[in-house]
T-cell receptor, first 110, second 118 residues
Framework: GIQVEQSPPDLILQEGANSTLRCNFS?????LQWFHQNPWGQLINLFY???GTKQNGRLSATTVATERYSLLYISSSQTTDSGVYFCAVVGRGGSEKLVFGKGTKLTVNP | GAVVSQHPSWVICKSGTSVKIECRSLDFQATTMFWYRQFPKQSLMLMAT?????????EQGVEKDKFLINHASLTLSTLTVTSAHPEDSSFYICSARGGLDLMNTEAFFGQGTRLTVV
């Protein structure tokens, strides 16, 4: 099945800093989503982005499907951005399953 | 975005008892729902795919007799952990997608259920 790798596994920032999280996938995808898991475990949808670029406030994402990677940008980070960021994909092999990467744990210090 | 509600948020049960977790899509019809399990500091692992009106499809290694899944309507799926044991303690999360083209549809997640078996 499709493999999803996220980097870095851990990231520590000072408030106000910018960061880039990366998601590599091993095959073509129909669906790619970025999530933020908050301290209570809730998965918050950030972007549905199988290709192209999207922006939502301080967050933006770019997926280059032909090169099999996606990037999540966080600008002017805040302490509330802390948590785990997951990338998840649905491969084009016919499966409808959403496969998750291992996540990037982000800690933003005041 | 669409709303998926999961209940209960947390539950403590005695070893040997069964626990039912509900997952509801509140503002859309979910033809398919997915159940995930997450251990501490790990990613989400798919347990099973639940289709309305038919039997669930379980991932390899998941005991279908222990984790009973029912998808009786387009808005409700339930996961029952039968004869729970301490090793079943985990965070269980459901996901729902609507429409017929699931490969190209955004997934939404419930709040999760933290199960502790004592």
């Amino acid at each position: 099945g499709i493999q999803v790798e996220q980097s870095p596994p851990d990231l520590i920032l000072q408030e106000g800093a910018n960061s880039t999280l990366r998601c590599n996938f091993s095959d073509s995808v129909n669906n790619l989503q970025w999530f933020h898991q908050n301290p209570w475990g809730q998965l918050i949808n950030l972007f549905y982005i199988p290709s192209g670029t999207k922006q939502n406030g301080r967050l933006s994402a770019t997926t280059v499907a032909t090169e099999r990677y996606s990037l999540l940008y966080i600008s002017s980070s805040q302490t509330t951005d802390s948590g785990v960021y997951f990338c998840a994909v649905v491969g084009r092999g016919g499966s409808e399953k959403l496969v998750f990467g291992k996540g990037t744990k982000l800690t933003v210090n005041p | 975005g669409a709303v998926v509600s999961q209940h209960p948020s947390w539950v403590i049960c005695k070893s040997g008892t069964s626990v039912k977790i509900e997952c509801r899509s509140l503002d859309f019809q979910a033809t398919t729902m997915f159940w995930y399990r997450q251990f501490p500091k790990q990613s989400l692992m798919l347990m099973a795919t639940s289709n309305e009106g038919s039997k669930a499809t379980y991932e390899q290694g998941v005991e279908k007799d222990k984790f009973l899944i029912n998808h009786a309507s387009l808005t409700l799926s339930t996961l029952t952990v039968t004869s729970a044991h301490p090793e079943d303690s985990s965070f269980y999360i459901c996901s729902a997608r609507g429409g017929l083209d699931l490969m190209n549809t955004e997934a939404f997640f419930g709040q999760g259920t933290r199960l502790t078996v004592v």
